[in-house]
């Protein structure tokens, strides 16, 4: 019997506390919205102030100063490396960056050579053909001659002894062997004309080759570039449409393509990208602040040194457009800046001195217009419309609506709850007033 009792005892004792349990969270649970609308905001007392617009853009470094290393010019159309210094090497001034391979140089040697030796053979051709043509004249001429004497030996002149017919012609005859004399000797002096032009071509054409052959073991000294200057290699971004081209030995480059670039790590600048939206107020030698993603407790100082013109996509593939704009620095810091390194940097675009300043999460959106809500003397908050002035995504300057020493809701009470709440309030009156 005491056991059952017991057991019962507990029972009821558990059932008890379930139901207080229940009974709990369900009249929380019907206070929490009236506890909720009782939360008061957040507040903040007007005071005025000095306001700096602020434009938030992010970039990376990069050398006020490079030199630009280039293939050299060699008369050839493309060359092999051999060696090439590292991306981010320090070298100074005299060091090897980069050494071709010589066997393009080599195949072109040989190519100079061949067209040399068959210069040289056909100027040998020109002047012994113009021996040959030159000597089959001279026997032509010599013939002649001999022609000439034997006809005048021989002329018939008497008119008694030949007939006029002969007499005329032994006279052609002998006119015939003077002018093939006359021709010989015009002969004589067109081919030297001709030789002497054909002979002047082929030795310019001589020269050429010479020349060729000049560039081409010159070009061989070239072929191993020293740094122009101290500073940092820094390799350049292939790009998407040459899918990761990067420099290594035996890679081909063209004549005139550019490798790297040699930047002075004594002089860097940022190179930011500011949104098109919030570029409208950005000017030359406004004030900046670049802090290193790395390092974000240093800050260096700076000013807006140049903005693009036209606003561009950093992706090829997004509609987001940004405004270059490249930012001097102050002073450099060479053990921690480096070219490519990512940072932050705030354009200060403008300044307002003793102005009224609400932070932006004060402020709501209302039809045409906006409002903040504003503390009155019974301890209310109540909608006041208000006239905005420039402004960041922190905080922005109220031109009209608020006055200094107002009390402002930082965070503004929930308007669909006050009403929702509000509603509730009085359907519950009107039903109390309908009961006897």
Same mark, same amino acid.
């Given at each position: 019997?005491?056991?059952?009792?017991?057991?019962?005892?507990?029972?009821?004792?558990?059932?008890?506390?379930?139901?207080?349990?229940?009974?709990? +969270?369900?009249?929380?649970?019907?206070?929490?919205?009236?506890?909720?609308?009782?939360?008061?905001?957040?507040?903040?007392? !007007?005071?005025?102030?000095?306001?700096?617009?602020? +434009?938030?853009?992010?970039?990376?470094?990069?050398?006020?100063? *490079?030199?630009?290393?280039?293939?050299?010019? #060699?008369?050839?159309?493309?060359?092999?490396?051999? *060696? #090439?210094?590292?991306?981010?090497?320090?070298?100074?001034?005299?060091?090897? !960056? %980069?050494?071709?391979?010589? *066997?393009?140089?080599?195949?072109?040697?040989?190519?100079? &050579?061949?067209?040399?030796?068959?210069?040289?053979?056909?100027?040998?051709?020109?002047?012994?053909?113009?021996?040959?043509?030159?000597?089959?004249?001279?026997?032509?001429?010599?013939?002649?001659?001999?022609?000439?004497?034997?006809?005048?030996?021989?002329? $018939?002149?008497?008119?008694?002894?030949?007939?006029?017919?002969?007499?005329?012609?032994?006279?052609?005859?002998?006119?015939?062997?003077?002018?093939?004399?006359?021709?010989?000797?015009?002969?004589?002096?067109?081919?030297?004309?001709?030789?002497?032009?054909?002979?002047?071509?082929?030795?310019?054409?001589?020269?050429?080759?010479?020349?060729?052959?000049?560039?081409?073991?010159?070009?061989?000294? *070239?072929?191993?570039?020293?740094?122009?200057?101290?500073? !940092?290699?820094?390799?350049?971004?292939?790009?998407?449409?040459?899918?990761?081209?990067?420099?290594?030995?035996?890679?081909?480059?063209?004549?005139?393509?550019?490798?790297?670039?040699?930047?002075? $790590?004594?002089?860097?600048?940022?190179?930011?990208?500011?949104?098109?939206?919030?570029?409208?107020?950005?000017?030359?030698?406004? /004030?900046?602040? %670049?802090?290193?993603?790395?390092?974000?407790?240093?800050?260096?100082?700076? &000013?807006?040194?140049?903005?693009?013109?036209?606003?561009? $996509? +950093?992706?090829?593939?997004?509609?987001?457009?940004?405004?270059? @704009?490249?930012?001097?620095?102050?002073?450099?810091?060479?053990?921690?800046?480096? $070219?490519?390194? /990512?940072?932050?940097?705030?354009?200060? =675009?403008?300044?307002?001195?003793?102005?009224?300043?609400?932070?932006?999460? =004060? +402020?709501?959106?209302?039809?045409?217009?906006?409002?903040?809500? %504003?503390?009155?003397?019974?301890?209310?908050?109540?909608?006041?419309?208000?006239?905005?002035?420039?402004?960041?995504?922190?905080?922005?300057? #109220? @031109?009209?609506?608020?006055?200094?020493?107002?009390?402002?809701?930082?965070?503004?009470?929930?308007?669909?709850?006050?009403?929702?709440?509000?509603?509730? /309030?009085?359907? =519950?009156?009107?039903?109390?007033?309908?009961?006897?």
């Amino acid at each position: 019997m005491n056991r059952r009792y017991l057991t019962s005892r507990r029972a009821l004792l558990i059932v008890a506390i379930v139901a207080s349990c229940s009974i709990a +969270i369900y009249a929380a649970r019907l206070a929490w919205p009236r506890a909720e609308a009782r939360l008061l905001p957040l507040t903040v007392t !007007i005071e005025p102030g000095d306001f700096d617009l602020r +434009i938030t853009a992010n970039g990376e470094l990069q050398s006020a100063e *490079s030199l630009t290393i280039a293939v050299p010019p #060699v008369p050839v159309e493309r060359l092999h490396i051999a *060696s #090439v210094v590292p991306d981010g090497t320090h070298v100074k001034k005299g060091d090897p !960056i %980069v050494e071709f391979d010589p *066997s393009e140089l080599d195949l072109k040697a040989l190519e100079h &050579k061949s067209d040399l030796e068959a210069a040289l053979q056909k100027i040998n051709k020109g002047e012994l053909a113009g021996e040959i043509d030159k000597t089959d004249i001279v026997k032509d001429k010599r013939i002649a001659e001999l022609e000439l004497e034997k006809i005048s030996e021989f002329l $018939p002149r008497d008119e008694r002894l030949y007939s006029r017919r002969e007499i005329i012609e032994g006279e052609l005859d002998r006119g015939y062997a003077q002018r093939k004399i006359v021709f010989a000797d015009v002969r004589l002096e067109l081919k030297g004309k001709v030789y002497s032009l054909d002979e002047a071509i082929l030795m310019l054409e001589r020269r050429q080759v010479d020349n060729r052959i000049d560039q081409t073991q010159k070009a061989r000294a *070239s072929l191993k570039l020293l740094a122009p200057a101290s500073g !940092i290699v820094v390799y350049n971004d292939p790009g998407y449409f040459f899918g990761g081209y990067t420099l290594m030995p035996g890679r081909t480059v063209w004549i005139g393509m550019t490798l790297f670039n040699l930047v002075n $790590p004594e002089k860097m600048e940022a190179k930011c990208f500011v949104l098109e939206k919030d570029a409208g107020e950005l000017r030359i030698d406004q /004030k900046a602040t %670049v802090r290193l993603d790395p390092f974000p407790g240093l800050e260096f100082a700076g &000013k807006v040194k140049s903005i693009d013109k036209l606003a561009r $996509p +950093i992706d090829w593939d997004s509609p987001v457009k940004y405004f270059q @704009t490249i930012v001097s620095l102050d002073k450099a810091e060479p053990t921690v800046m480096k $070219p490519g390194i /990512k940072l932050r940097a705030e354009i200060i =675009a403008g300044r307002q001195e003793n102005v009224i300043v609400a932070p932006r999460s =004060a +402020i709501l959106k209302k039809d045409s217009g906006f409002v903040a809500f %504003v503390q009155t003397t019974r301890g209310q908050f109540e909608p006041v419309e208000v006239t905005l002035g420039r402004g960041d995504h922190v905080q922005v300057v #109220v @031109t009209e609506g608020l006055q200094q020493g107002q009390t402002l809701a930082l965070n503004p009470p929930d308007v669909t709850l006050e009403r929702s709440t509000g509603a509730k /309030k009085q359907g =519950a009156e009107s039903e109390n007033t309908k009961r006897p």
